[in-house]
């Protein structure tokens, strides 16, 4: 059986914050895999750690993104590194809203969007209870992509094809 570490990686604070509010356990390190590459990272983790992604989807309009992505993939499975790809539905406020019974935005009196959520929920000195008040499903949180990722890699490609 793995015993591996499990580096947490995701845009910043604020997925920091819920993630430690969610139980998940691990290390967290910020890093935004539409915008940085992976292999400047690779190897301050290790070959040991296991690498969950916990990432936003509102950059895959973005062509250059989408190919830093794909080439961030390829890199992680040719390291023969252990990775998870959770996706957000656009971002995590939006993840959050849809895992709620309760509507989050009410529940953290928000009357401008997200990014007044976002502030609120960095402000909140109790976030595990108050996800719970909001009866939080983690079991509706994320869609895992587990180390095979050829079909998403795929689904972003496509954008190279039709450039000219």
Known sequence: MRNNKVVLLGEGATEKKVLK????IGEFKPFNIWQKDIIKLLP???RKADLWFYVDTDKSDNLTEFQRFSDNI?????SKVTFKIYL??????????RACVKCIYLGFSVKKGSSE?????????NL???LS?????????WQQVHGK???????????????Q
């Open 133 to 141: 008040e909001l009866q939080i499903d983690k079991a509706k949180l």
């Open 44 to 46: 301050s983790l290790g």
């Open 88 to 97: 957000q539905v656009k971002h995590l406020e939006d993840e959050l809203e």
């Open 128 to 130: 595990e209870p108050k």
């Open 149 to 163: 990722c050829d079909a998403i890699v795929e689904a972003y490609r496509w954008p190279k094809i039709k450039k």
């Open 74 to 78: 390829d890199t992680l499975k040719n």
């Open 117 to 125: 959520l976002k502030k609120k929920i960095m402000e909140c000195s």
């Open 21 to 24: 509010a969610l139980n998940i």
